[in-house]
């Protein structure tokens, strides 16, 4: 499934903020679902794009915040490729809005530009508006996410119809080629595997788990590793069955893998990681907040005594007190401490908060 998208923002991909926004819901044949809107971008809209889209900062103001349509959106596009002319760009802002809205947002792109050049080389220009008056593909209200969207719905179609291998195979935008696995296992399993953080595990035709692995992408992780496959990829060879975890985020997901490894558990085709007994010095006992499984979820990350002593996924409510959350928090005793784990975690990562005990 396919959910092909045209933005129009207050700017460009590192800082723009969405004004309209167009998704159109297809399978490569034909519209299933729609949806667009007007949203408010809380800043200022530059004269230059009120000029080019006629969205002005008045025809904004009594329109939606982007947090309000964010859980939305996100039903209605997660688990499909994002489909867009320039799709870097629409890509970009998406996920940066969601993650303001305190949503993660990674999803396989399909861009119509590279797509294009590589289906239609002869091409003179690959602009949205030049491609689709060579192609005769009819363009209502230019420099508008709906009119913009609705056209590159229509080349995305005669692209699909024209080559769909090519489309969902060599694209540089769809970042797997999932034709070129030569597994066990049906491309509908990888697929099933979610695009969000977790721990994922790879069972052999005895049914026993040989490998564990992490990612922030648990589908994207997955595939990477499958895709190593130069006919000497034991992991490959003996993949007939995948499970998979989802943990909120990706500091939950690598404790669990590090910790299943140090185990006697530990699959066969994992090393064995190097046990970290660094104490987290200088910060005392404190709390880890940040993102849970959906909106309403919250993991938790506890160190007392410089190292880990316990973790959880809870229920979210904002009035609740560190004392209360601490007590929602059973202990645990880790193999390691993970003073280095969360140290750059913490520093590489915008959490949502640290609470001091």
């Known amino acids: 499934m396919f959910a092909i998208v045209d933005i129009e923002a207050t700017g460009g991909a590192d800082n723009g903020r969405i004004t309209e926004i167009a998704i159109f819901i297809s399978d490569g044949t034909q519209i299933l679902e729609e949806f667009t809107t007007l949203l408010n971008p809380q800043v200022k809209i530059p004269k230059y794009v009120q000029k080019l889209t006629g969205i002005t900062s008045k025809k ?30 629409d890509y970009h802002i998406l996920k940066s809005e969601f993650n303001r809205a305190g949503l993660l947002y990674e999803e396989l792109r399909i861009c119509t530009v590279d797509m294009s050049k590589l289906i239609l080389p002869d091409e003179e220009s690959y602009s949205l508006g030049k491609l689709c008056d060579s192609l005769g593909i009819e363009v209502d209200d230019r420099h508008r996410a709906t009119g913009d969207a609705r056209a590159t719905v229509e080349l995305f179609h005669l692209l699909y119809k024209t080559n769909e291998q090519l489309l969902l195979s060599e694209g540089p935008e769809s970042e797997f080629k999932l034709a070129d696995l030569s597994m066990n296992i049906e491309v509908e399993v990888i697929e099933s595997v979610p695009q969000k953080p977790g721990i994922f595990k790879i069972f052999d035709q005895n049914n026993k ?28 060879a003996n993949c007939y069955a995948v499970s998979h975890a989802e943990t909120g985020n990706f500091l939950i997901a690598h404790i669990q893998q590090i910790e299943l490894l140090l185990s006697k558990n530990r699959p066969p085709m994992n090393r064995k990681p190097n046990v970290d007994n660094t104490l987290y010095a200088g910060k005392g006992d404190f709390i880890v907040i940040d993102t849970g499984r959906g909106v309403d979820e919250r993991s938790i990350i506890r160190f007392r005594n410089g190292k880990l002593d316990g973790y959880s996924l809870i229920e979210w409510h904002q009035e609740l007190s560190a004392e209360e959350i601490n007590d929602l928090v059973p202990s645990y005793q880790a193999i390691g401490s993970y003073a280095n784990l969360v140290r750059k975690y913490i520093d590489k990562s915008k959490v949502e908060k640290v609470l001091y005990l």
Do not use: P, W
């Open 60 to 89: 904004v103001k009594d329109a939606s915040l982007f947090a309000d349509v964010a859980q939305e959106l996100l039903e209605l596009i997660e688990g499909k490729y994002l489909v867009a002319h320039n799709a870097l760009f």
């Open 209 to 236: 788990v040989v490998y564990c692995g992490k990612g922030k992408n648990m589908r994207r992780s997955l595939i990477k590793l499958l895709k190593r496959n130069d006919g000497k990829n034991r992991i490959t």
